[in-house]
């Protein structure tokens, strides 16, 4: 930065077509974990990961969002969607400026082509201590959790908030349940406070926080002690994260750790819609 | 440059918040960084580095948050380089961008162990005995 240049070096792009309608409570971060579970950590390594296809148009602007936050995660330099009615409505509602649409050039050149049939990801949780330590929600088995942890710049956005509120409306967290919701920016919280969502959390036995990284690093609060499990909207689950090496992290999406909130271990947002 | 030291060997997917956790990044101070570098997979690190001493380790490494403080932490401990099958994005570009030399090389990773002494290291030329 001295100099007032920066290096540059051009990845090569592996292209993920997406087809099919993803199913009730399977969103971005999902089809993520799933992306990355089936490629490993470092299965981008310093490459770009295109995300096309008709399946694209089932997915919202927060769903996008979540999943390019961590194709990082796969090891990617960055995740990229094509412009499509979705991105264009959304961009119309906040460009200050002009913009330009660049798309992938028709004979584009791409280390890699993978198909994902969307409506076969069922809800997915990374297990410790890796993201690409995947299980479908059925796997998982009996895990109780201590804390739950909903925001943070992979889903802590307009979209995980209501989700988060439709699932927790009129139910309490389990005994002992310490669930932390933080909204990703202060526009994001007023949404959620206009909507009344942030009573909603509040009478559920949540803890609301400002906008911040907070948990996801071990920054501060909900640091977690020995032995202590979470589950986490985060976006890594690396040993000793959010607090003490010996506990561990869960990652999912807001729907799951709502429910897990509830029921106090891993479960599927439609056990508790059920009734648990 | 020739350089010589003891090999600290680790495995895949060293992550940043194993090289330098979180808990320490309210100090920037390099040094400091430097007491807990790897201490949460590799308790002794800090007490047995040694000026020119070597990381050694196997894919991924650096893999995580773009906290330069991890590529920092290693190299006010003392390590001359890191050697490993290759590196994560942002680890890579921040060890270049602070000057802490890496170099991908699998038959090194391969035939290093934890504790073996490395010596007549020429990075100009990227190669070692």
Known sequence: ?276 | MKIRGTAFKYGDNVDTDVIIPARHLNSSDHEELSKHCMEDIDKCFSDKVKEGDFIVAGSNFGCGSSREHAPIAIKAAGISCVIAYSFARIFYRNAINIGLPILECKEAVKNIDYGDELYNLNLQRANYQ
């Open chain 1, 1 to 276: 930065m001295v100099s007032g240049t920066c290096w540059m070096k051009v990845p090569s792009a592996i292209r993920f077509s997406l087809t099919g309608k993803p199913q009730k409570w399977v969103g971005g971060k999902d089809i993520i974990l799933y992306i990355i579970g089936m490629i490993g950590v470092d299965g981008a390594c310093y490459q770009s990961m295109e995300l096309i296809g008709e399946g694209i148009k089932h997915l919202s602007m927060d769903d996008r969002f979540t999943m390019a936050n961590m194709t990082v995660e796969a090891g990617a330099k960055n995740g990229i969607f094509p412009v499509d009615d979705v991105t264009v409505r959304y961009i119309k509602q906040r460009a200050a400026k002009e913009y330009a649409v660049y798309k992938a050039d028709e004979d584009a050149e791409y280390r890699n082509s993978y198909h994902i049939d969307l409506s076969a990801i069922r809800p997915t949780v990374a297990l410790p201590h890796l993201p690409e330590n995947i299980r479908a929600i059925d796997e998982i088995g009996d895990i109780r959790i201590d804390q739950v942890v909903i925001g943070s710049c992979t889903n802590g956005r307009t979209e995980d908030m209501r989700i988060t509120a439709q699932i927790l409306k009129g139910r309490k967290t389990a005994k002992g349940m310490r669930l932390i919701i933080i909204p990703a920016t202060q526009n994001i919280y007023l949404t959620a406070l206009k909507e009344g969502w942030i009573e909603t959390f509040i009478r559920a036995g949540a803890v609301v926080s400002t906008p911040t990284c907070g948990p996801c690093l071990g920054g501060h609060m909900g640091i977690l002690a020995k032995g202590e499990k979470t589950v986490a909207t985060t976006n890594r689950n690396f040993v000793g994260r959010m607090g003490h090496p010996e506990s561990e992290i869960y990652l999912a999406s807001p729907a799951v750790a709502a429910a897990t909130a509830i029921a106090g271990r891993i479960v599927n947002p439609e056990d508790v819609e059920g009734g648990l």
